[in-house]
């Protein structure tokens, strides 16, 4: 079922023409659909900041946003800025300016699903584990400055209750938070302590900016996706080790947008919302501020959009097999 008043009304006033520095250095092929009229950013990677590339785009726009931002004090994979603060609380700050936009440039139907994580302060992610626990990435951690422990919230081994800080922020900018997803992890990377238990979960927070929205519970059933808590393995995706799987973006695309909407993605990564999108009949925006990962994201797609099409071939000539059998049969 469809929660009440969720379809979107049709608009009279002409959409805001796109401006030029928009145009992406990363294009990727148009969805099968109607022409595209809506400017030169819908089904692209744009590669540069996000904060600026957001304050760019219309308001009201996207109907749906999906993404998982840089993690306090983690991976560094180029010229990112978020997540290297030397404080948590600066971190929350900077992310929370990028919240406000977001939530100018979504449709007042529309949702907003935030994937955040928590860490722990002072030990620079998981930069103690040794042996087998150890990581290739640790010295994106040994790189990082953080600021000095103060006793209270700033301790050694205290975990910073960094999504809930966010969703806080979130809520006094006006969002409204209709779900606190947990994110389970049957596969989860290896984080061992001898003096805790395992963290093998993640927030996901439902954002919307308005009681009245898209939201189809009866599709959400069907998929088994009607509970808050999500069972998901995680699916690092080539130099992009922190991303998230189709798999578990794909039911929240079919239950909270339809076909031919917009899905944003202002922190894109390898590509994975954008993919998801494509193979869910829906158009796409991606930013994303490393160029590796703008040409990562655009190979992808690309593949993804080859792989729709050759299916796409192959279903038309076994229909135009079918009907010529069914011609013979007639005939003989």
Known sequence: MYSKAVKYKKKTKKRPQMVRELQAEYQVATLPMEENQLGPVINKIICGDSGELLRKLPSNFVHLIITSPPYFGCRSYGNETLGREESPLDYVNNLLRFTIELKRVLHKEGSFYLNIGDVYFGTKGFIRNKGRYARKTDIHYKEHKIIKPDGKYLQYKQLLMLPERVAMGMQEQGW?????IIWEKPNPVPSYSPDRRYPVYEHIFHFVKSRRYYFDLEIAKKL????DIYR????PFKEHQASYPVSLIKPLILTTSKEND???DPFMGSGTTAVAAILNNRRFIGLEINQGFCKIAEERIKETQSLINNRLHLQDKQLNWSKSYDEKQIIF
């Open 176 to 180: 409204v938070l209709r779900n606190k």
């Open 262 to 264: 917009i899905v944003l």
């Open 232 to 235: 998901n393995g995680i699916e």
């Open 224 to 227: 088994n996706n009607h509970r």
